[in-house]
């Protein structure tokens, strides 16, 4: 069965970076997309983009440019997400979801990774 | 700045029937925009339900459709159950972008 496996909590200092993973499993990581969603602690979802798991190149939401790196390490079928120069208003959870195979939408989400960030 | 805008909240009763729209600020929502739409549970990940404004997924309840109306794309729940209690997100695609919904709060009382 497909299954997205987030890092867990991470507590940080602004200024900081910080690398959220996502391990996949139950499916060929390759044959689907990966998208990165932020939900800011009472707050909507927020879709920040996402990276083409076969070429590895990335698609960076407005708002979600410069500080947000999205990477694979496609040998451990795993996506990741890097936050640098952490501010107090990147506190959210942050969920992986994979793009469906042949259809336009995600279908498969992670757990979540709650980032918060305070000195 | 594209927005998606959905009702804030709603209330129904159970057993009863609720219609939740999506509505973009481009103009009107068409199967072009390939409608998604999300359940949220309180302390869970988001959950799809509705993709290409009116696929299912294999597990989405069947008391759960999708359709176009009036411009906009709508959610339609029949026979709502108390488990239904949930936020719900649509999510329109905009060529490479895609842009949620605020979300609305679904009470049922």
């Known amino acids: 069965q497909v299954q997205l496996v987030q890092s867990g909590s991470e507590l940080k200092k602004p200024g900081a970076s910080v690398k959220v993973s996502c391990k996949a499993s139950?499916?060929?990581?390759?044959?689907?997309?990966m998208n990165w969603v932020r939900q800011a602690p009472g707050q909507g979802l927020e879709w920040m983009g996402w990276i083409n798991t076969n070429t590895g190149n990335p698609t960076y939401a407005q708002g979600f440019t410069g500080r947000f790196v999205f990477s694979l390490d496609t040998s451990v079928s795993t996506a990741y997400l890097q936050i640098s120069s952490l501010k107090a208003e990147d506190t959210a959870v942050y969920y992986c979801?994979?793009?469906?195979?042949?259809?336009?939408?995600?279908?498969?989400w992670g757990q979540g990774t709650l980032v918060t960030v305070s000195s | 700045q594209t927005v998606v805008t959905q009702e804030p909240s709603l209330t129904v009763s159970p057993g009863g029937t609720v219609t939740l729209t999506c509505a973009s600020s481009?103009?009107?929502?068409?199967?072009?925009?390939?409608p998604n739409w999300f359940q949220q549970k309180p302390g869970q990940a988001p959950r799809a339900l509705i993709y290409?404004?009116?696929h299912k997924h294999s597990w989405t309840p069947a008391r759960f459709s999708g359709s176009l109306l009036g411009g906009k794309a709508a959610l339609t729940l029949s026979g709502v159950q108390p488990e239904d209690e949930a936020e719900y997100y649509c999510?329109?695609?905009?060529?490479?972008?895609?842009?949620f919904g605020g979300g609305t709060k679904l009470t049922v009382l």
């Open positions: 979801a994979r793009d469906a195979r042949y259809y336009d939408t995600t279908d498969y």
């Open positions: 290409s404004t009116s």
């Open positions: 139950g499916y060929t990581f390759s044959d689907c997309a």
């Open positions: 999510l329109l695609y905009y060529g490479g972008a895609r842009v």
């Open positions: 481009t103009g009107a929502v068409t199967s072009d925009y390939y």
